[in-house]
């Protein structure tokens, strides 16, 4: 058997999985699942941090769940006590490039990092914020970071279509994951520190896991419409949520290796720009264009709710790490705290 019939016999086997796929997910009937009872969403807009003029893009907690950093458009990088809505000593500080796109506490909550549109990486100490240092470098923007399974080891997500794994101490690539097919929007790995695995969200409709120890694709997750904002990882690694430009927002689930079920329905009309889970996994958070987040219940797989209080586009959602409330940053130049 020669190449050109090995391949047209890989070809033809991965259309009848694709086939397989899309016949199984036809016959899920979903409304002869059991659901458990509503649940009844009561966060309130609790404590405010105000930063204006500025628009804030993107935030994180720290393991601490007390501290969250910002990056605003204006590029500049700045703490929060999220206890009581003052700026931590010290921990303000301007990055050399306007439009920062992400940032993100290490491990130990004393350093963070930041990307954005001068396409590089800085790491910043927060005992001394002069002292930075390049950890990652692409051919065009980060849109996305997160430290890996160590505090020495980078993950990043680019518009020049590559994710990166980075060694911080040398600022050198140690491996690239390459096969979208446009600009990777949003990274995520799961909350397990022994696992390998990490998910990627791009503009060219599709999510793609991949393993970190061998730099390979793992799974494709295809069907969006449009270019994918962001991608989320429950707790326990299992299930997925990604959000699109189309609109949608949608469940997938690794081991069955398919989409579960389409969460958006008339209510949602804005594409929403970023996702998390709850620490239970119950409730799913969006960050809408519409200055408002919107609140779907995973288990009875429909919307819940909306979380009013901005006055602008919500540019991100985060949980805290132990689940006792919810921020958000948005460009009316605020962070809530929702509890």
């Given at each position: 058997m020669d190449s050109d019939q090995k391949l047209q016999g890989v070809e033809e086997l991965k259309e009848s999985v694709a086939q397989e796929r899309i016949s199984r997910n036809k016959g899920l009937d979903l409304s002869t699942i059991e659901r458990p009872?509503?649940?009844a969403v009561r966060l309130k807009s609790r404590r405010c941090m105000d930063d204006r003029p500025k628009r804030i893009?993107?935030?994180d907690w720290n393991k601490d769940k007390q501290r969250i950093v910002e990056c605003t458009d204006s590029g500049t990088v700045q703490c929060w006590n999220a206890m009581n809505c003052t700026m931590v000593k010290g921990s303000s500080f301007r990055v050399g490039s306007?439009?920062?796109?992400?940032?993100?506490?290490?491990d130990s909550g004393d350093e963070i990092v930041t990307g954005g549109r001068n396409n590089k990486c800085m790491l910043y100490s927060l005992t001394d914020p002069t002292q930075s240092a390049v950890v990652a470098r692409h051919e065009d923007f980060v849109s996305s970071c997160v430290f890996a399974?160590?505090?020495q080891e980078l993950l990043t997500g680019s518009g020049d279509k590559m994710c990166g794994l980075w060694n911080i101490e040398t600022g050198s690539?140690?491996?690239?994951?390459?096969?979208?097919s446009a600009g990777v929007m949003s990274i995520c790995m799961t909350n397990?520190?022994?696992?390998?695995v990490f998910l990627s969200a791009s503009f060219d409709g599709s999510v793609r896991s991949w393993d970190i120890r061998t730099g390979k694709m793992v799974q494709c997750f295809d069907g969006h419409m449009s270019g994918v904002n962001?991608?989320?990882m429950a707790r326990g690694g299992d299930t997925f949520a990604t959000a699109c430009q189309d609109c949608s927002v949608r469940l997938f689930d690794l081991r069955a290796d398919s989409e579960i079920v389409r969460l958006d329905d008339s209510n949602t009309i804005f594409p929403c720009n970023s996702l998390s889970f709850s620490y239970s996994n119950r409730l799913?958070?969006?960050?809408?264009d519409d200055y408002s987040i919107y609140v779907w219940d995973t288990l009875r797989m429909e919307f819940n709710t909306q979380l009013l209080g901005h006055d602008n586009r919500v540019s991100c959602v985060r949980t805290c790490p132990d689940g006792s409330a919810v921020a958000s940053a948005s460009y009316d130049g605020t962070i809530r705290i929702w509890a």
């Amino acid at each position: 058997m020669d190449s050109d019939q090995k391949l047209q016999g890989v070809e033809e086997l991965k259309e009848s999985v694709a086939q397989e796929r899309i016949s199984r997910n036809k016959g899920l009937d979903l409304s002869t699942i059991e659901r458990p009872d509503p649940v009844a969403v009561r966060l309130k807009s609790r404590r405010c941090m105000d930063d204006r003029p500025k628009r804030i893009i993107h935030l994180d907690w720290n393991k601490d769940k007390q501290r969250i950093v910002e990056c605003t458009d204006s590029g500049t990088v700045q703490c929060w006590n999220a206890m009581n809505c003052t700026m931590v000593k010290g921990s303000s500080f301007r990055v050399g490039s306007r439009w920062l796109l992400c940032c993100a506490f290490s491990d130990s909550g004393d350093e963070i990092v930041t990307g954005g549109r001068n396409n590089k990486c800085m790491l910043y100490s927060l005992t001394d914020p002069t002292q930075s240092a390049v950890v990652a470098r692409h051919e065009d923007f980060v849109s996305s970071c997160v430290f890996a399974r160590s505090q020495q080891e980078l993950l990043t997500g680019s518009g020049d279509k590559m994710c990166g794994l980075w060694n911080i101490e040398t600022g050198s690539l140690i491996s690239s994951f390459q096969g979208h097919s446009a600009g990777v929007m949003s990274i995520c790995m799961t909350n397990s520190s022994s696992s390998s695995v990490f998910l990627s969200a791009s503009f060219d409709g599709s999510v793609r896991s991949w393993d970190i120890r061998t730099g390979k694709m793992v799974q494709c997750f295809d069907g969006h419409m449009s270019g994918v904002n962001s991608v989320s990882m429950a707790r326990g690694g299992d299930t997925f949520a990604t959000a699109c430009q189309d609109c949608s927002v949608r469940l997938f689930d690794l081991r069955a290796d398919s989409e579960i079920v389409r969460l958006d329905d008339s209510n949602t009309i804005f594409p929403c720009n970023s996702l998390s889970f709850s620490y239970s996994n119950r409730l799913l958070f969006g960050a809408c264009d519409d200055y408002s987040i919107y609140v779907w219940d995973t288990l009875r797989m429909e919307f819940n709710t909306q979380l009013l209080g901005h006055d602008n586009r919500v540019s991100c959602v985060r949980t805290c790490p132990d689940g006792s409330a919810v921020a958000s940053a948005s460009y009316d130049g605020t962070i809530r705290i929702w509890a």
